[in-house]
């Protein structure tokens, strides 16, 4: 086995995760080019070196970044590209591009949600879509929130590939002093596993918002954990078409599943907070001024689940409170008798 090159780097989106993933690299020595639509950000990241929406703390030296708002442009010159939009606007982005180009590149991504208009995750769209070859994809998953990156505070990232020189090469790119990285083959596992917690995290903020203490929530994220656990191992040859049986007791599973439902720093707690205490839906996301995964990928496990006929009864609980006007409190007192 040999190290794959990674070639020129693109990171396509300039939320606070995608900023995350530039200061890694940027840290590492790697010069970036950055696709960013708002031509606000451009100038900000071209004269003053920083984003001024997100992270603004973390400031890039001129030279290691080419942000532009020019994507077919951006992606001729690069051979591996990070997406790392919301989900439910990356399907819309990729449509912008010819099929072909996506063929020809590394796909690394840093989306934790399902394309709700396919219901699919990425990879599974782009081979099915876009005839793309799923040895040129890799997944990145883990407990790691932006912010405390920008803090270099030490976080641990997995890579998830087919093909072990890319996915290496990938880890490798990306580890330093405050990441550490791992790297497996499970990319429709670790995938699923990010998109799941991200419903559960919604789940712990409605709760932690409704007066539900420490001792509730415990029990709510073990039988979450549960939940998970069931989707992926008891029914794994339906949700993995490889034959790999990763450990799913680590940190890009039951890891990012805890820090997701407890962290103060996560947007999908945050969000289903607000639900809790009567926020709507709409309101929410227009108080949050950022995507919570969560919202989009309930609606899609659901029709997931129900072509893999694996039940996920706690994601659904969430679902219905966010998509089926479920009174939170009714749907907790209900939800209440599911957990043990």
């Known amino acids: 086995m040999s190290e794959r090159s990674l070639g020129q780097i693109g990171i396509i989106g300039n939320g606070s995760w995608g900023t995350a993933l530039a200061k890694i690299l940027t840290d590492n020595g790697q010069n970036i080019h950055w696709w960013v639509r708002n031509e606000e950000a451009i100038n900000n990241l071209r004269n003053r070196q920083h984003n001024p929406h997100y992270l603004t703390s973390v400031r890039f030296m001129p030279e290691t970044i080419m942000p532009t708002n020019d994507l077919k442009g951006m992606l001729e010159k690069c051979d591996t590209v990070i997406v790392a939009v919301p989900s439910a606007y990356t399907q819309g982005v990729i449509e912008q591009v010819d099929k072909s180009v996506w063929k020809q590149k590394n796909i690394i991504s840093a989306i934790k949600g399902i394309l709700p208009d396919a219901n699919l995750l990425l990879n599974d769209h782009l081979v099915t879509n876009m005839g793309f070859p799923l040895e040129q994809y890799i997944s990145i998953t883990g407990p790691c929130h932006a912010e405390e990156v920008a803090d270099e505070r030490l976080s641990y990232l997995t890579f998830s590939g087919l093909d072990d020189g890319l996915t290496e090469a990938v880890g490798k790119a990306f580890g330093n002093t405050y990441i550490n990285t791992t790297c497996n083959h499970d990319i429709w596992g670790a995938q699923f596993a990010a998109v799941l917690k991200n419903i559960y995290a919604i789940g712990a903020g409605i709760a932690r918002a409704l007066d539900y203490g420490d001792n509730f929530l415990s029990v709510y994220i073990t039988n979450c954990y549960r939940e998970m656990y ?27 599943l805890l820090v997701t439902c407890y962290s103060l720093h996560s947007r999908n707690r945050t969000f289903g907070t607000m639900i809790g205490k009567g926020y709507s839906v709409k309101a929410a996301v227009l108080e949050m001024n950022m995507v919570a995964e969560g919202y989009y990928a309930a609606r899609g496990m659901q029709a997931i689940s129900k072509d893999l006929a694996i039940p996920i009864p706690i994601a659904t609980f969430v679902y219905r409170m966010l998509w089926e006007n479920l009174n939170p409190s ?7 008798k599911l957990l043990t």
């Open 230 to 256: 069931h989707f992926l191992q008891d029914h794994f040859e339906k949700v993995h078409p490889s034959n790999e049986h990763p450990d799913f007791h680590t940190s890009a599973y039951l890891g990012d």
């Open 330 to 336: 009714d749907g907790f007192l209900k939800l209440e």
